[in-house]
Nanobody, 123 residues
Framework: QLQLVESGGGLVQPGGSLRLSCAAS????????IGWFRQAPGKEREGVSC????????NYLGSVQGRFSISRDDAKNTVYLQMNSLKPEDTAVYYC????????????????WGQGTQVTVSS
């Protein structure tokens, strides 16, 4: 069974850091682009970042550019999202998702989703 599991969320003060992990089981991530999405209460899900299957291409939502960094470790079958200089507006449930297609900011292009991990940025 194909499964993605996110971890690493939590409560952090503004300016703090968190590293989210997205671990795959039942399949290898090698051939998939992996995206991170987030959804805040009352808002639509939005694409935060994506890494290509090769790892050679990444993209970011404008508001997180320079603060977040996505990486993948195919040997561990895991993708990471390093989040620095966190702001209250980063508060959301964060999801990872896999796609056979190229990186996309549209959730409709992704086939497999994790259950999400809560990130709360508050003093």
């Amino acid at each position: 069974q194909l499964q993605l599991v996110e971890s690493g969320g939590g409560l952090v003060q503004p300016g703090g850091s968190l590293r989210l992990s997205c671990a795959a089981s039942g399949f290898t991530l090698d051939y998939y682009a992996i995206g991170w999405f987030r959804q805040a209460p009352g808002k639509e899900r939005e694409g935060v970042s994506c890494v290509s299957a090769s790892g050679g291409s990444t993209n970011y939502l404008g508001s997180v550019q320079g603060r977040f960094s996505i990486s993948r470790d195919d040997a561990k079958n895991t993708v990471y999202l390093q989040m620095n200089s966190l702001k209250p507006e980063d508060t959301a449930v964060y999801y990872c998702a896999a796609t056979w297609r190229l990186c996309s900011s549209s959730s409709n292009d992704y086939d497999n989703w994790g259950q999400g991990t809560q990130v709360t940025v508050s003093s």
